[in-house]
DNA sequence: CCTGGCACTCAGTAGAATCGAGTGCCAACA
DNA sequence: TGTTGGCACTCGATTCTACTGAGTGCCAGG
């Protein structure tokens, strides 16, 4: 069968009017959560065509794989390709004055510990956009340490307070098979300090050898600083309007199954995390590999302070989500909170 | 209209034989969830009635309060009246020994910060019983200071870290309009903790008067500090098994409105510690005052360490619940994390 | 006071009929 | 060759009806 190529097939693409069609139907779909019909795109849209050659784009659309009908005699829905599709090339969006002017005021205004900030601006970014909001805070393997103090819980159990010039503070046990006097946690509280100020967590510094007390405590400090475990501890997950799942689905179960991978917070972040690894900032349907989530798109915006990666923001809702919306919602925030976080000192 | 007195009725409670009927009624709908039927009540109960008698006693219920019919050719169905009378009246239950070795099994491996346990607690008492938990952590307010330090972020901005006895680490910004020396920080830093260790958030402590720079940081430090803001930010809120909402109600509208309260921790502390405040461990339907949660139940058990009250563990479910396993869940949970708090110095 | 019996009520279900949105296909047309 | 109007067809959704049966309220007899 010889066939003479069409224009801007070749190019693994769809013609103008192909994507114009689809276009029409992802965007129909998003608003009015309903199969559409080639009549509303032929109406409705821009395109001077009638609703049968609508309808032959529409079975070559669907024989490519971008559209599917939940039943004969039911109109369109998009497919993940479909949205994929859309993603990618169709795009065009900023936020709008209002919403800018919102985030504006929020960052203007907003005082506090990092943590609120964060926590804040997750419920922010999902009231703005009426989905389910995440955000991963930062590690601060990147912040040098300010201070970091041994301070005495009882004969065997010390607290290691790190603080770093992010402002934020963390505290680990150190725990010892022996008692300990409070003047050497004292020695070794100053040991510790003068070893790790201006350090960053991923720095290697040279710990005293010696089986003496001391020597012992500052060793064991220095590692359960350094032992970052696999789930990096670091990243806190803040997450905002988990009420919006139970509008984006109609399911009580896909409801369920959304809320269940939520309250796992290692599994979102090490999603999200995998999305700004790889650079991809929406992912649709199960192109995360996350079964079940395989009926929600999840938009990301990376977060870079001083030039680190410092976690990200994201969105999670339903595939026939307003991508464009949730895209620049997501955008903006995410500079705006860089934006601030790189701004005055974060306490 | 003279009548008769019946037995038990004029002490404003239920003869005994509405009140087992009243009890089968509870039992049957909690277990099945449907309406229940005279029949069900005669067949399956221990009463040695018949249906129609069970009725007649049922209109009875009915006109007290007690029960309702959702339609006339319809089963009955408990009031929250109803579920209050059983509770108070009908209770009886510990937790099984399986649960019990799990709780127990928990406590005994459990390890690290007081946080990180209090969150796995409430995952812990959410998977018990199915519902979801809320577990509200501590205040420091009675716990003493081990250690307070002013950490010095820039010019402008310091951080006032302190560790207090129970483990727990707090930081506060501290901002002055002027630039301060970092010697006029460590001179501050120094008097603060020698100001402070050994007393607790509540105890008044004398400050130095004078307007230099390390006077006043002084100041600001001790004041930020015991400025316990009206929502007192020592209290943390875990959440645990929020997916849990979904399968406890049927309609995605009640699981959104649920959903939306939970959102909102202020609420949820201020909700339960009303209840501990008041002595309650149950409420009922709107016996809160939360019309979004009419028809839920709370149950509540409270934390008390070393004899001051530090919280309290919760757990949320539909109007039926199993009341009985929830509260001995709730009870043997929060003996096993109080005896956990008060045990190993927590880190 | 209890109980078996009986007429009655009414939500839920099943089946039949209908509706209509939307399709696929085709012949005619530019 | 691509586009279009027309037409027969499909099939989910809706409506209507009839029926079922769980459960009730009431009453007369024990």
Redesign the interface.
């Known amino acids: 069968m010889t066939r003479r190529v069409k224009p801007e097939k070749s190019s693994a693409g769809l013609d103008d009017r192909k994507a114009a069609i689809l276009e029409a139907v992802v965007r129909e779909h998003i608003d009015t959560a309903q199969p559409v019909g080639s009549s509303a795109v032929a109406t409705h849209g821009e395109l001077a065509v009638s609703s049968a050659t609508v309808r032959s784009e529409m079975v070559a659309l669907e024989r490519e794989g971008y559209l599917s009908q939940p039943h004969t005699s039911a109109g369109r829905v998009p497919t993940d390709k479909g949205y994929r599709y859309f993603v990618d090339h169709l795009q065009g969006g900023a936020v709008g004055p209002v919403t800018q002017q919102q985030i504006g005021d929020f960052f203007r205004t907003v005082r506090?510990?990092v943590e609120d900030v964060l926590s804040q601006t997750s419920t922010l970014l999902s009231r703005l956009t009426s989905y389910t909001s995440v955000v991963v805070g930062a590690t601060q393997s990147f912040a040098s340490i300010?201070?970091a103090?041994l301070?005495?819980?009882?004969a065997r159990?010390q607290?290691l307070?790190t603080?770093f010039?992010d402002?934020s503070?963390t505290?680990?046990?150190v725990?010892l098979d022996h008692d300990v006097t409070p003047t050497d946690v004292a020695e070794a509280s100053r040991q510790i300090n003068a070893l790790l100020i201006g350090t960053t967590v991923e720095s290697r510094v040279q710990v005293p050898s010696g089986n003496d007390d001391v020597a012992t405590l500052v060793r064991e400090s220095v590692s359960v600083l350094h032992d970052q475990r696999p789930t990096r501890e670091g990243e806190q997950v803040y997450i905002?309007?988990?009420?919006r799942?139970?509008?984006a689905f109609?399911g009580?179960?896909t409801?369920?199954?959304v809320?269940?991978i939520?309250?796992q917070e290692l599994l979102v972040v090490s999603l999200i995390q995998d999305m700004i690894d790889q650079g991809v900032s929406v992912a649709i349907g199960s192109e995360h590999g996350f079964e079940p989530l395989a009926s929600c798109a999840v938009v990301v915006a990376p977060l870079t302070v001083d030039g680190h990666p410092s976690g990200a923001v994201g969105l999670l809702g339903p595939t026939r989500m307003k991508y464009g919306e949730a895209m620049a919602a997501a955008r903006a925030v995410s500079q705006e909170l860089t934006r601030y976080l790189e701004g005055?000192?974060r306490?």
């Open positions: 506090g510990e300010l201070s103090q301070v005495n819980l009882d159990h607290l307070v603080v010039a402002g503070v505290k680990h046990g725990y905002g309007g988990s009420s799942v139970a509008e109609d009580v179960e409801v369920r199954q809320l269940t939520l309250e005055e000192p306490v």
